[in-house]
């Protein structure tokens, strides 16, 4: 069967088409600045990446080419030949603890749920109605980034704050990233045969560290929103919300500005002053800046925090699992963040470490708890998902 991943953005849209149950990927590309003058595509199909300019005012323009290129590219013949297309949505409240089929329900759902992700779920209910229009008889799913940590206890998700607020409005903890956590503890079921104590830490230019016991999620460093938790490319994660009174009072900022101050212009990107790019801040590092030594210090600090938090809470993980874009490639930043937890007898294999594109363990045989890289797949997790609610 032939699944499309979709994850659309305020002004982007990524796809990936994978046949199922194979779990090969057969095409993939992303439209970007849709809306703007100089938006453009790019497709990558048999090991080439295609770059094209083209005017796209809106999603359904980028969904009418994306259709026609999978023709072109002779990928399909019709566009029946498409199964299922599952949908990336940020926020699925607490009504969804699981993947859906996309029904009017499930879409007033998520548009009652636009004020608590005012940014993400209007875009991604852009992308599941520009689908619609040109695809309106095919199948399409919902995966919510929210839903895997619906299985967080009260204890765990409530904050410290008036309870009405919880009960009138929603706020709580939610958590965000899901889909890979999930991907994380699924991956290492299937290697390891059975579930483990795992801490999944997914550290890309967003972050989120999560543990996970008997395949569920337990606790999480996102929040109400995606701000909160560890250092970030460009948002703070946690800090005293007392600032932001003293702040807006010495700069003159409006609310919002300083909101955006926070997701746009702070973690990684405000220590540095340079870039929000750990391979940017990577080369600052090695070439002595204190700016970027302090920066990668206090982004190492901050990961083990929420390590050794949930090393607690999970009464002693077994894995220690790195996922995304720095999990993934940053070796130096997996030997700052276990070093620091050297005294407890977690060891790096630093050979094994320093390997380019490692999949699978990075510690030595005795290491206390074992640490493991795993490239995260949310795309495979959506169109595994969209093939299992399809054919149920
Ligand atoms: P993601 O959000 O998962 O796509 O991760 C993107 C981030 O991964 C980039 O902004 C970089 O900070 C980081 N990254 C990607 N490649 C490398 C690399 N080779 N070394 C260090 N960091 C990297």
Redesign the pocket.
């Known amino acids: 069967m032939k699944i499309l991943s979709v994850n659309a953005g305020s002004s982007s849209l990524k796809f990936t088409m994978l046949e199922l149950p194979e779990e090969k990927v057969i095409i993939s590309g992303t439209f970007e600045k849709i809306g703007l003058d100089d938006s453009f595509y790019t497709i990558k199909y048999n090991g080439n990446k295609d770059k094209k300019e083209a005017k796209l005012e809106n999603h359904t323009d980028a969904v009418k080419i994306l259709l026609d290129e999978l023709i072109n590219y002779k990928v399909i013949k019709s566009y029946d030949e498409i199964d299922g297309i599952g949908h990336r949505i940020v926020h699925g409240g607490d009504k969804y603890t699981e993947s859906v089929v996309i029904d009017d329900d499930v879409l007033k759902t998520v548009e009652d749920l636009v004020p608590l992700a005012p940014l993400h779920n209007p875009a991604n209910l852009v992308g599941i109605r520009s689908f619609k229009e040109v695809l309106p008889n095919t199948k399409m799913v919902a995966v919510f980034d929210t839903a895997f940590h619906q299985t967080m206890s009260k204890e765990e998700y409530l904050y410290a704050l008036p309870y009405e607020w919880y009960q009138r409005y929603g706020v709580r903890r939610y958590g965000f990233h899901g889909t890979s956590h999930r991907f994380i503890a699924t991956k290492m079921k299937e290697m390891l045969g059975e579930d483990k104590k795992i801490i999944s830490c997914h550290i890309?230019?967003?972050a989120s560290i999560c543990a996970i016991k008997d395949g569920k999620s337990i606790a999480t460093s996102m929040g109400f929103t995606p701000i909160a938790g560890v250092i970030m490319?460009t948002r703070c994660g946690d800090i005293d919300v007392g600032l932001l009174p003293y702040v807006m009072s010495q700069t003159k900022e409006k609310f919002d500005d300083v909101m955006t101050d926070l997701n746009k212009k702070s973690g990684v990107l405000g220590l540095t002053g340079v870039s929000?790019?750990?391979?940017d801040v990577?080369e600052g590092y090695n070439n002595k800046d204190e700016r970027c030594i302090t920066a990668l210090n206090m982004y190492a600090n901050k990961i083990v925090e929420y390590i050794s938090m949930y090393n607690t809470k999970l009464e002693g993980a077994d894995y220690i699992v790195f996922t995304?874009?720095?999990g993934e490639?940053?070796d130096l930043?997996r030997e700052l963040i276990i070093k620091r937890l050297e005294f407890m007898g977690v060891k790096l294999d630093s050979e094994k470490n320093h390997q380019r594109g490692i999949n699978g363990e990075i510690s030595t045989d005795d290491s206390s708890i074992k640490v493991y890289v795993i490239p995260t797949d949310e795309e495979l997790m959506i169109a595994k998902d969209t093939y299992n609610l399809i054919n149920e």
């Open positions: 890309g230019n967003g490319g929000s790019d750990m391979r990577e995304a874009g720095v490639n940053s930043m």
